[in-house]
């Protein structure tokens, strides 16, 4: 059974400096996708970034990147230039297909928590 | 667009009630999951519908079922509630953009139950 793990609970960073973010997860498939997704305090959840499995080229959103290393299973987000506005819940997710009709269904890490820190 | 609208947002319960939480997607959005949030188990999928089918289940018990209307809202109910019910419950719509090979999920601001 696929697995995503984040093993860190929670981070602080400095108000503009950067920090990283870690996930792992574990799949047999080739073919997946990858996202990580922010959880404000009472606010919605929103997708921050994606990754195709197929993609080599890292993805990037503004001041989000990812490092996709498909072999080692890893993908982490870094989040450069940090905002006060930054601070939430972020978690990863990862997303297979569950049969030949396309279907899916998203499987979630259990979140690190930021504190961005003025 | 309005985005993904859940009801109630605050619910409190006691152990062996029934709930039923509803889910409202973006319009046009035909696909609707739900999920459940809690501190140590972070997000695990329920179920999913797609026109009115559940098109996927997660590993939770049968106490936990859903339905999708005509309109695409949905309705999930627990029964006998547990205290380890207690939860963030998320619903998510999703919709796939034209010439992407991947869907987006929009999700709403949750309902918070608490199961005393």
């Known amino acids: 059974a696929q697995t995503v793990t984040q093993s860190q609970p929670e981070m602080s960073v400095q108000e503009a400096e950067t920090v990283t973010l870690s996930c792992t997860y574990d799949t047999s498939e080739s073919d997946y996708y990858l996202f990580w997704y922010k959880q404000p305090p009472s606010r919605q959840m929103i997708l921050v970034i994606r990754?195709?499995?197929?993609?080599?080229q890292n993805a990037t959103e503004n001041r989000f990147s990812v490092n996709f290393q498909k072999a080692a299973k890893s993908f982490s987000l870094k989040i450069s230039d940090s905002q006060l506005g930054d601070a939430a819940m972020y978690f990863c997710?990862?997303?297979?297909?569950?049969?030949?009709?396309?279907?899916?269904?998203?499987?979630f890490g259990t979140g690190t928590r930021l504190k961005v820190l003025a | 667009k309005a985005g993904v609208t859940q009801t109630p947002r605050y619910l409190i319960k006691t152990r062996g009630q029934q709930v039923t939480l509803s889910c409202s997607p973006i319009?046009?959005?035909?696909?609707v999951s739900w999920y459940q949030q809690t501190p140590g188990q972070g997000l695990q999928f329920l179920f999913e519908y797609f026109s009115e089918t559940q098109r996927n289940k997660g590993n939770f018990p049968g106490r936990f079922s859903g339905r999708q209307f005509s309109n695409s809202r949905s309705e999930m109910n627990v029964s006998t509630l547990e205290l380890g019910d207690s939860a963030l419950y998320l619903c998510?719509?999703?919709?796939?953009?034209?010439?992407?090979?991947?869907?987006?999920?929009?999700f709403g601001p949750g309902t918070r139950l608490l199961v005393l």
């Open positions: 319009s046009g959005h035909r696909s």
């Open positions: 998510a719509s999703t919709v796939r953009s034209s010439g992407s090979f991947v869907e987006t999920q929009y």
């Open positions: 997710a990862y997303r297979r297909l569950t049969s030949t009709s396309g279907t899916y269904k998203y499987i």
């Open positions: 990754q195709e499995a197929y993609k080599q």
